[in-house]
């Protein structure tokens, strides 16, 4: 199953950019959905988390209070609102799926992925 991700492009330093993921509609669960990015020259880093039954959220210290995980009401899709945003969130931005429930955070595994969009902050 691969996710698709809208919504990447180039914003200047200070700007904002919001980005999608749509949710599989296939027989798995989805109660955990994120947001990893993979900067030039970089491994690949959490970014935020969702545990879409209850709203919980888990960011990467470099963009709490920056960035904002969400859901909408029918649990369709998945946003990133990336504001302030600096020079170092440049990279490609992937959503990702867990499909166990329990633990929801950018430190356990996912299972399925987005092929990524791309953010430049120049």
């Known amino acids: 199953v691969q996710l698709v991700e809208s919504g990447g492009g180039s914003v200047q330093a200070g700007g904002s950019l919001r980005l999608s993921c749509l949710i599989p509609?296939?027989?798995?669960?989805?109660?955990?959905m994120g947001w990893f990015r993979q900067g030039p020259g970089k491994e690949r880093e959490g970014v935020a988390t969702?545990?879409?039954?209850?709203?919980?959220?888990h960011y990467h210290d470099s963009v709490d209070g920056r960035f904002t995980i969400s859901q909408d009401n029918d649990k369709t899709t998945v946003y990133l609102q990336m504001n302030n945003v600096i020079p170092e969130d440049t990279g490609m931005y992937y959503c990702?799926?867990?499909?166990?429930?329990?633990?929801?955070?950018?430190?356990?595994?996912?299972?399925?992925w987005g092929q990524g969009t791309q953010v430049t902050v120049s």
């Open positions: 990702a799926r867990r499909r166990r429930w329990g633990s929801c955070s950018i430190l356990v595994d996912f299972d399925d």
């Open positions: 509609r296939d027989s798995n669960s989805s109660p955990c």
């Open positions: 969702i545990y879409t039954r209850g709203g919980y959220t």
